[in-house]
T-cell receptor, first 114, second 115 residues
Framework: DSGVTQTPKHLITATGQRVTLRCSPR?????VYWYQQSLDQGLQFLIQ???????AKGNILERFSAQQFPDLHSELNLSSLELGDSALYFC?????????????FGPGTRLTVL | AQSVTQLGSHVSVSEGALVLLRCNYS??????LFWYVQYPNQGLQLLLK??????LVKGINGFEAEFKKSETSFHLTKPSAHMSDAAEYFC?????????????FGKGTRLSVIA
């Protein structure tokens, strides 16, 4: 158990819908990262927040957005969903903003868009 | 830009045999390199990392990796495979970008261990 929690575990929805994925980092960790894992794209970094502020942006679509709240939990919002958005979404956390800090991964949320 | 290439999407070894998973990186600056493991239906777990100092890095579960700058490689090895090692393994590099450091992952190598 990494100490990072993600809800829900599974999500099945239809094209065009909007969903919210939630992540609670390990106690004491200030950074939260979101990753998307799919068969064709592999593991892709989406976005990073550090202590409530956006720190880095990767291959995140404009239909996707995220935020980190004062209690440090984070939410990833996916809207106007397409079939291709079906993937495993991981959240990770680390103590600080980067460098050699180990990132601890949650168990993931499996999103299926029908 | 930093990136990693993992040679072989699938490696199969017999139980007790040597495990060798290959990773080559490209980086314009000294890299920070990582190996993560993903067991079925689980998140990723850090096996080991190289930052600076000793080039032979020991990790959990008997794995180790050697940073070879001349070969731009960071191959993962384990002397004797165990059934429980069957998993997906990812090599990753830190992408330096104005002080922000997201991980860039390779495509992954699925390790199968045959009894």
């Amino acid at each position: 158990d990494s100490g990072v929690t993600q809800t829900p575990k599974h999500l099945i929805t239809a094209t065009g819908q909007r969903v919210t994925l939630r992540c609670s980092p390990r106690s004491g960790d200030l950074s939260v990262y979101w990753y998307q894992q799919s068969l064709d794209q592999g593991l892709q970094f989406l976005i990073q927040y550090y202590n409530g502020e956006e720190r880095a942006k990767g291959n995140i679509l404009e239909r996707f957005s995220a935020q980190q709240f004062p209690d440090l939990h984070s939410e990833l919002n996916l809207s106007s969903l397409e079939l291709g958005d079906s993937a495993l979404y991981f959240c990770a956390s680390s103590v600080a903003s980067g460098g050699a800090d180990e990132q601890f991964f949650g168990p993931g949320t499996r999103l299926t868009v029908l | 830009a930093q990136s990693v290439t993992q040679l072989g999407s699938h490696v199969s070894v017999s139980e007790g045999a040597l495990v060798l998973l290959r990773c080559n990186y490209s980086s314009s600056v000294p890299p920070y390199l990582f190996w993560y493991v993903q067991y079925p239906n689980q998140g990723l777990q850090l096996l080991l990392k190289y930052t600076t100092g000793a080039t032979l890095v020991k990790g959990i579960n008997g794995f180790e990796a050697e940073f070879k700058k001349s070969e731009t490689s960071f191959h993962l090895t384990k002397p004797s495979a165990h059934m429980s090692d069957a998993a997906e393994y990812f090599c990753a590099v830190i992408r330096w970008n104005s002080g922000n450091t997201p991980l860039v992952f390779g495509k992954g190598t699925r390790l199968s261990v045959i009894a």
